[in-house]
């Protein structure tokens, strides 16, 4: 999910996909931690099932294999449906590729917000929020989530419509299926995740509510303006603008009513509570929360806000979204790279946001953009770092620049994705800079010095 997947944007879009678009069928909570924030680790091991790309035999068997088990489907799906639809899938090696990266390349929380929350996005949102208020604010009656909420994961996800992926959903499902088997185990209908997204594509072009030509996403399986996958599609996609159809890829109104529906309906929407507030913590309470590899996110230990303020906790700005949070929500803590760092008094809200894609970043990036859409500030307090991240307006002139010094492959898309990677690593050399694949706000500055 989350913007375009062309596929160098891959490292960046590979982080906010870790299980794709809203696929959870099982309670996201507790989540896997993030990864490293603060160590840039070395490279993971590549897992061995993914090191070679797939045969043409292998999945061919591999889809026979799955017709055969269309009794262990969710809904119903006839063997003979699922043959015809299938045998135009193809295998993808873009899937097997993005899985790769999204284990092998180390990023940073700071270079992942800066980029996807910057200016240009937040005038973006606030554009559609000034041309669509009247439609935006009858889908959060109605579902009772906020529109910045909704309009920040369309921001997230798609960069607000045009970019939505280019890999067929049939043949992205059936990839990653086949390159991650399910459990001999998983026996019980629609007992297994992956299997139900392919499942899932085939029945959306059995009952023609996709049109095969643009049913394309991302290289996990997630389509349409905000990025849904198809069992989930299948579950809570839901008619926008009133023509009794429910169209995420032509229809903005029918994406945000979409995922407004997704927030409310599985993931049970507080209106009046905000994903976040940011907070000090008073210091002779920090010592626990010094920083760690992983973040820290402390879901038993919810109060209220009444309970924390008394305990010397302050907030530090409010949340533009929900400028007055009703009732005393209850809060605890989250820390992305514990302290030094910025600190957060989080609700249940966060958990929901978790729920459409099951990364902590990922929430943090759609309540900031959601804060910032509906006037809010960016976080007060800085990350420990003395190199900032870049926006995508700053990694287009760095993409520029690395094109004129002979990089010819590399794009000005405004994401770093592998390729751009591979640029900077060279000519951080080139530079004699310490080795690395990252450039920053200071390092672009020193690497950018005639
Ligand atoms: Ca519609």
Redesign the pocket.
């Known amino acids: 999910m989350k913007r375009s997947f062309p596929f160098q944007d891959l490292v960046v879009a590979a982080l906010l996909l870790p299980l794709a678009a809203c696929a959870q069928t099982a309670p996201t909570v507790p989540v896997p931690a993030a990864p490293a924030a603060v160590a840039p680790a070395t490279a993971a091991p590549v897992p061995s099932a993914l090191s070679q790309p797939l045969t043409q035999q292998q999945f061919a068997s591999c889809v026979q294999n799955l017709a055969q088990q269309t009794a262990l489907s969710g809904r119903p799906l006839r063997r003979e449906d699922f043959e015809r639809i299938a045998a135009g899938g193809r295998y993808d090696d873009r899937v097997r590729q993005s899985m790769l990266v999204t284990t092998t390349e180390p990023t940073f929380w700071w270079d992942e917000l800066a980029a996807t929350t910057d200016e240009d996005r937040v005038q973006q949102g606030r554009a559609i929020l000034a041309r669509e208020r009247d439609a935006l604010q009858r889908i959060e009656t109605q579902f009772g989530v906020p529109k910045e909420i909704v309009l920040a994961i369309y921001g997230i996800e798609t960069n607000f419509g045009p970019a939505s992926g280019r890999i067929p959903v049939l043949d992205a499902s059936l990839s990653l299926v086949c390159l991650r088997p399910c459990p001999p185990t998983a026996t019980a209908p629609g007992s297994c995740m992956a299997r139900e997204r392919a499942f899932a594509a085939v029945r959306l072009l059995r009952d023609r509510r996709v049109q095969p030509e643009s049913f394309v996403g991302s290289w996990a399986a997630a389509f349409g303006r905000t990025q849904f996958v198809p069992d989930t599609y299948e579950l809570v996609a839901v ?9 995420i890829i032509n ?1 903005e ?2 994406a945000w009513a979409s995922t407004a529906n997704h927030l409310k309906q599985r993931g049970g929407w507080r209106m009046g509570e905000p994903v976040y507030l940011e907070v000090s913590i008073p210091q002779e309470q920090r010592a626990e929360f010094a920083a760690r590899d992983n973040s820290i996110r402390l879901t038993d230990r919810a109060k209220r806000l009444s309970e924390w303020t008394a305990m010397g906790w302050r907030v530090l700005a409010p949340n533009a979204v929900t400028p007055q949070p009703g009732s005393d929500p209850e809060l605890y803590p989250f820390l992305p790279v514990g302290l030094p760092g910025p600190a957060f008094l989080v609700s249940r809200n966060f958990d929901t946001v978790l729920r459409y894609n099951r990364s902590e970043r990922y929430v943090m990036e759609v309540s900031l953009l959601a804060n910032k859409i509906a006037g809010g500030t960016d976080f007060v307090t800085a990350w420990p770092t003395d190199d900032p991240g870049l926006t995508r307006a700053q990694v287009r002139d760095l993409q520029n620049w690395l094109v004129q010094r002979g990089h010819a492959q590399v794009v000005a898309d405004g994401v770093i994705g592998r390729v751009t990677r591979d640029a900077i690593a060279a000519e951080r050399a080139a530079k004699g800079l310490p080795a690395g694949r990252r450039v920053g706000q200071r390092t672009m500055r020193e690497l950018m010095q005639p």
């Open positions: 008619d926008g603008d009133g023509d009794g159809v429910a169209d229809s109104r029918d």
